[in-house]
């Protein structure tokens, strides 16, 4: 792919601005609480997009792109089926507790509501899972420049990075979620244009059913039996794996998300934030999934001279030629894209990153200063340190991301190791929650155990069943048909479990007093209702009307 | 509080003038995959939409 003057333009001007944003915000930063948590100041459509985009990391792009090629819209389920209804349990339940609570991280809830230990073990887990997946996002995006536009692999890396850390030192968590919105609208810009394009090209909805396999274009048709569909997943494991426990894991748990809907200005704000997401976040799929399928189907047609109008990418693996999906996004956008436009695409990517990393950097530091920094380095220090330390934090956790990334250059299998071992520890932390939230007979050491042993459990499961030749290193008790399966099942076992131990060992133990948890578990908190808010303004009601969307595009597309 | 409005519908403009100008001084400029002239349709959207979020702006402190 060749770009040519004006796309280098568009790309400098969108630098500018993400920077210029962080230079007017940079006279607000005067405490830590500024710097690290918006002074709970922001207006609720900035934080509702941010909450989106934080998540929308190239990665996903790339990813949703390349699995929709390979899938078809099943793919959707990761949204429709493993997001919206996690982000609606999160704002009308979970929401209350965390901002009502005054914790300033998810780890401090944890603190607060059972034990140091708990908090402990989630913010060191946590602060090292946000710098690892920022490097090993910043190692996509310039393995992809480099292979697409010949860039060099150094220069992307360092260059992004060093933006994203100029516009987060100056403004912080404000300029970071700022720039979210920023980077959601022209994320939008840069590749609706290439959905409509593509679908359109392909013959539209109906064009591309007619050219696909039946099961590319019916996400629920096909889940009756595992070997029906290209996932390799059956209805039980889809729902119950991805659908709560690794969804609710996610939206309801990982401070990167939830962190913009706690800088909001008020409860019913901080409320409404993930639902309000939650509209733009349903849609994406048409965006993100559809090109990736619409490419399977210009595959198949052919144009004047009798060649195919798009060939699928593909790259040598062993000896052997395989599709490349990852490649799909950016070969459409070389067939689609004038000079122009494809600049607007490219930095559309290219921010798509950046609200990715800058999310990863805001969440670390905040964790890495109030949980790790502020609870066993230096307790009692005035505010200014702890906003110079908030400050280091930023500097030291994107210079850790970019070693990171240079580790994932080098040693790509320890990165699959590492994902694999997030995901152990992620898998068991929404029974945690849902227990401490709301069971107030829950206590600290039976979260605890049961976060560990649901930990273990996801890796016993791991080691004794096989999927695609992975797993299994104890035996094989069970062969899953994909990797994909797998997981939902590690993701299952481990929720249980932690449900389970978390419960006995709760009920063997001393029951805290409640008063000592009032605001911080259903039962002993007074949920202030919405009066005086007008009724198309009451999460319920947005809870409602995104339900019914969602079913009915579950529907249109079964 | 600095408005967001007003940065980011000051970028879709620019952004939009840059490539709403490809659009009219190269109008035989085509993808391989494509009859539009893409650049017109959608630098002429990123216009709009810069100058709705401005306009949004104007009218909330005019209050």
């Given amino acids: ?558 | 509080m600095l408005d967001l409005r007003v940065p980011s519908g000051l970028f879709f403009l620019i952004l939009g003038a840059i490539v709403l100008a490809v659009g009219l001084l190269q109008p035989e400029l085509r993808a391989p995959l494509t009859d539009l002239n893409v650049n017109l349709y959608s630098g002429l959207s990123m216009v709009a939409f810069g100058g709705f979020l401005l306009l949004l702006s104007r009218r909330a402190t005019r209050k």
């Fill in chain 1, 1 to 558: 792919m060749k770009l040519a003057a004006v796309d280098y333009v568009i790309l400098a001007v969108y630098f500018a601005f993400v920077i210029g944003i962080g230079w007017m915000l940079r006279k607000r930063m005067s405490t830590s609480g500024d710097f690290l948590l918006s002074g709970r100041s922001i207006p609720v459509w900035i934080t509702s997009l941010a909450f989106i985009a934080a998540n929308l990391g190239a990665q996903e792009l790339i990813g949703m792109a390349a699995s929709g090629a390979k899938y078809g819209i099943m793919t959707a389920h990761f949204y429709w089926v493993g997001a919206i209804p996690a982000i609606v349990f999160m704002g009308i339940f979970m929401m209350p507790f965390y901002y009502g609570s005054k914790a300033r991280s998810v780890p401090e809830y944890l603190k607060l509501r059972f034990d140091e230990k708990t908090r402990g073990f989630n913010a060191l887990t946590f602060a090292v899972m946000t710098v690892f997946s920022s490097g090993i996002s910043m190692y996509a995006l310039g393995l992809l420049l480099h292979l697409v536009l010949g860039w060099d692999f150094n220069m992307s890396v360092l260059a992004s990075a060093a933006i994203v850390l100029a516009y987060t030192y100056l403004g912080g968590l404000t300029s970071a979620i700022y720039n979210e919105v920023l980077q959601f609208f022209l994320i939008v810009a840069g590749f609706a244009p290439l959905a409509i394009l593509s679908c359109q090209r392909a013959g539209g909805w109906a064009g591309i059913v007619s050219r696909l396999p039946a099961n590319m274009t019916h996400s629920w048709h096909y889940m009756g039996s595992a070997s029906e569909n290209p996932m390799g997943v059956e209805i039980f494991g889809m729902v119950a794996g991805l659908g709560f426990v690794l969804s609710f894991g996610y939206w309801c748990t990982n401070f990167l998300v939830v962190q913009r809907a706690m800088a909001a200005e008020n409860m019913s704000a901080a409320r409404r934030t993930p639902l309000i997401g939650a509209i733009p976040k349903m849609f994406l799929p048409f965006i993100v999934i559809l090109p990736g399928i619409a490419a399977v189907a210009l595959a198949q047609m052919t144009g004047a001279g009798g060649a195919h109008l798009y060939d699928l990418p593909t790259k040598l693996v062993d000896g052997v030629v395989k599709p490349d999906y990852d490649q799909v996004l950016t070969t459409l956008m070389s067939k689609f894209y004038p000079a122009g436009l494809l600049g607007v695409g490219l930095t559309g990517l290219m921010a798509s990153f950046m609200s990715g990393m800058a999310g990863n950097v805001t969440a670390f530091n905040t964790v890495f200063t109030y949980d790790i920094y502020q609870s066993y380095i230096k307790k009692d220090a005035p505010d200014s340190h702890y906003l110079m330390v908030g400050k280091m934090t930023t500097v030291v956790g994107v210079l850790l991301s970019i070693g990171a990334a240079y580790v994932a250059t080098m040693y790509n299998n320890i990165m699959d190791l590492l994902q694999l071992v997030f995901g152990f520890v992620n898998a068991p932390l929404f029974g945690t929650f849902l227990l401490g939230m709301f069971w107030k007979r829950s206590t600290g050491h039976g979260a605890f155990w049961g976060l560990l042993s649901g930990t273990s459990a996801a890796f016993l499961t791991w080691a004794t069943t096989v999927a695609e030749g992975k797993g299994g290193i104890f035996g094989n008790l069970h062969t899953f048909p994909s990797t994909m399966a797998q997981n939902f099942w590690i993701a299952i076992m481990a929720f249980v479990t932690c449900i389970v131990i978390t419960s006995l060992v709760s009920l063997m133990t001393t029951p805290r007093p409640d008063r000592e948890m009032e605001g911080l578990v259903y039962g002993l908190t007074n949920i202030r209702h919405d009066e005086g808010v007008s009724w198309y303004q009451r999460p319920a009601t947005l809870a409602i009307i995104v339900l019914l969307l969602v079913i009915a595009l579950n529907f249109w597309f079964a």
